[in-house]
């Protein structure tokens, strides 16, 4: 696996922070109408076995959502890393808990982060998929875990009909628009094989909600949201095309799920 130019890795950064620094907003609408953040760390924590008092790093932790999510879970002390400066400022005025501590930071270059703290669990809650090199971010990530720590990350929503059959491109067909380049800067499998190259054995699941448009719509119209599907256009015109490319979702004929799907990794205690 080669990893990205220097060149690419900085571009990619530069806009997704710009991305963020401009969705604080949007993002903390979206969040206290559908807690979906919220919900789906919890899911995640479960699914890892994350337990009272642990220790946590949330990376990309956004406005801090999933960090609140690990603190009501587990009762220990969550530290939070975002590269958006934004996103933090606005997790920083809503969270006033000892326990929670919040930084500015690459998730790609975490010592100089959280210096030499070692964690129980480490989560990646909706994040590692804008990472350019998640194998990087991950290597690092084992290096702070205790052994026996778990570390896990959820991923990009895939919307499918039976037979898994892509919706969000099928909408895309309907409207007559041409397909992004790519959705996620990191696919799915290209994470799970860095997982699975650095920790050895890895897990996977899927978390099913049931297909909603309004949902999808409102996950879509948060700006870095939106950019993932329209990148060439200003955030109004994304908006437009977000609403009108799942509205034309009411023409698919049936029931339809939006799945998350998750990896996790232990940190082997050696000789097991
Ligand atoms: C969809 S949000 C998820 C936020 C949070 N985990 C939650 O559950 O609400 C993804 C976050 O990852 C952050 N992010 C992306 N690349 C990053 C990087 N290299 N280092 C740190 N954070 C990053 C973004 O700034 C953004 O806030």
């Known amino acids: 696996m080669t990893p990205p130019s220097t060149d690419f890795a900085s571009r990619v950064k530069g806009a997704v922070r710009r991305n963020f620094n401009q969705s604080a907003d949007i993002y903390r609408a ?15 924590a479960e699914w890892m076995g994350i337990e009272k008092g642990d220790t946590i790093l949330d990376i990309g932790c956004g406005n801090g959502a999933s960090c609140m999510a690990l603190r009501e879970y587990c009762q220990g002390t969550v530290y939070g890393v975002d590269l958006s400066e934004a996103m933090i400022a606005d997790a920083r005025q809503r969270i006033q808990d000892p326990h929670i501590h919040l930084f500015v930071g690459d998730g790609e270059k975490l010592n100089t982060v959280v210096g030499d703290q070692r964690f129980d669990a480490v989560m990646y809650n909706a994040a590692l998929f804008v990472f350019p090199n998640p194998k990087a971010s991950l290597s690092q990530a084992k290096t702070l875990l205790k052994p026996g720590g778990s570390l896990g990350f959820s991923f990009y929503p895939r919307v499918y009909g039976p037979g898994n059959s892509d919706l969000i491109g099928w909408a895309y067909e309907r409207l007559g628009l041409p397909l ?19 920790f050895g054995t890895i897990e996977t699941t899927t978390y099913e909600m049931d297909g909603s448009v309004p949902f999808l719509i409102d996950f879509f119209s948060i700006p870095a949201q939106s950019a993932s599907l329209f990148p060439k256009e200003s955030y109004e015109e994304r908006a437009r095309r977000v609403r009108e490319l799942f509205e034309s979702l009411h023409e698919w004929d049936g029931h339809f799920t939006i799945g998350w799907d998750m990896a996790k990794a232990e940190n082997k205690v050696s000789g097991n």
């Open 30 to 44: 979206f969040e206290e109408k559908t807690r979906f953040f919220y919900t789906l760390t919890l899911k995640l």
């Open 180 to 198: 992004p380049k790519f959705r996620t800067i990191t696919p799915w499998e290209k994470a799970c094989d860095a997982l699975e190259v650095i």
